[in-house]
């Protein structure tokens, strides 16, 4: 038998959490964000629940191939456009929208040979200070892309450093609308957060044409710990799980796992967890990380070894060998234990730990 841990990715979830980005912005068109290999979900795991997106936008050319060969005719986006020339062929053969964001690209884009011109995304730096033209200079940027015989079309687009937290966008947004006033062209500004948290306050340049949902689509909340994903409307769209493969009973004064990290102060059954760091389950997770023992949330114990991790088994008296542990996600009993509460005992977001599970866990598509 395999080592009893796997994932499952829940294709019911993806739909009904893309379906949910939608109505937040029900005039726009939706781009899915499928990078990181769809934030470790896997591109060809998302790829049939997500046919109701418009597009699909990533930043990888490997994964854009992939995209390709799976038959999508739509349209794709490069968020970081073109590292260097040979990725504009690419650009040029597969039909690959791209985004520019530097001198440089249009240099590039000015050098390459092709039959059809390109549809690209002109990007504004418009406070995050990552990737995009500083405002004072985005308008000579859209003027000489424009004169390119090499495009075809250009949009507009920016990033906001702060749509989950309390600055919020407004700043940025004054600075896009005034450094753009005027440009023709469709427009592109929120990520899940934007979407989610301001797509009614500023609903005309928000709603704008395209919208950016990456993590709304896998269920986790872009604002976690002031909303979590159940308030938003969405769904767990992974679920790790594991077995218990031992049990252990705890005396007062008994330790358990590496540097003694946990001591018991009364008798105590203990669970051994067939999942570990090398699973992608975090290190970090200090003592009291919650997890789902069939349906009943307990909390972890100790430190997070290698392969393996031990729970409480305190609150799951009949629990024993062989019993259903839910790190995150889905139990099959139909709990839920939101990947961002884990997330947030590391001291890191829903994204990192999506996007971390490991190449050794067993993946199911449901
Ligand atoms: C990753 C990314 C997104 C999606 O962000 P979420 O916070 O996951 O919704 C949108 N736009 C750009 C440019 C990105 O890089």
Not at 50 to 63: C, K, Y
Not at 76 to 91: I, K, P
Not at 238 to 267: C, H, N, W
Request: proline content about 5%; overall charge negative; glycine content about 10%.
């Amino acid at each position: 038998m395999p080592r009893p841990v796997h994932a499952t990715i829940h294709a019911d979830a993806l739909r009904q959490n893309l379906a949910r980005a939608k109505s937040a912005a029900p005039d726009a068109r939706v781009w899915a964000v499928v990078k990181a290999n769809a934030y470790g979900h896997g591109i060809e795991r998302v790829f049939e629940a997500l046919q109701a997106a418009d597009g699909f936008a990533l930043l990888d050319l490997g994964e854009a191939e992939r995209v390709r060969k799976l038959g999508w005719r739509g349209p794709v986006l490069l968020l970081e456009g073109a590292f260097d020339a040979r990725d504009l062929e690419l650009c040029s053969r597969l039909d690959l929208w791209h985004t520019v964001h530097c001198e440089e690209q249009i240099d590039l884009l000015a050098a390459h040979k092709t039959h059809a011109p390109h549809r690209v995304f002109l990007k504004m730096n418009s406070g995050m200070n990552r990737l995009g033209f500083a405002p004072q200079r985005y308008r000579a940027a859209w003027t000489r892309l424009n004169a390119l015989p090499q495009v075809q079309e250009v949009s507009l687009m920016t990033h906001f450093s702060d749509a989950d937290g309390a600055p919020g966008i407004a700043a940025q947004l004054a600075v896009f609308e005034a450094a753009s006033a005027e440009l023709p062209g469709e427009r592109s500004l929120c990520n899940s957060a934007a979407l989610l948290r301001h797509g009614r306050i500023a609903h005309e340049a928000l709603w704008s044409d395209w919208v950016r949902p990456g993590i709304a689509i896998y269920g986790s909340a872009p604002d976690y710990p002031e909303h979590d994903a159940d308030f938003w409307g969405l769904q767990p769209t992974m679920t790790l799980a594991a077995k218990i493969i031992a049990v252990q009973e705890l005396q007062p004064g008994d330790t358990v796992g590496y540097g003694s990290g946990f001591v018991a102060d009364r008798t105590m059954r203990i669970g051994v967890v067939a999942c570990g760091y090398a699973d992608g389950y975090p290190r970090l997770c200090p003592t009291g990380t919650p997890v789902l023992i069939g349906s009943v949330r307990s909390r972890s114990i100790g430190r997070i070894s290698m392969d393996m991790m031990t729970v409480d088994l305190g609150p799951a008296p009949q629990a024993g060998f062989g019993s259903e542990v839910t790190l995150w996600g889905r139990s099959s009993t139909g709990s839920v234990l939101e990947i961002d509460e884990v997330a947030h005992c590391a001291g890191t977001l829903g994204y990192e730990l999506m996007c971390a599970l490991a190449q050794r866990v067993p993946v199911v598509l449901a």
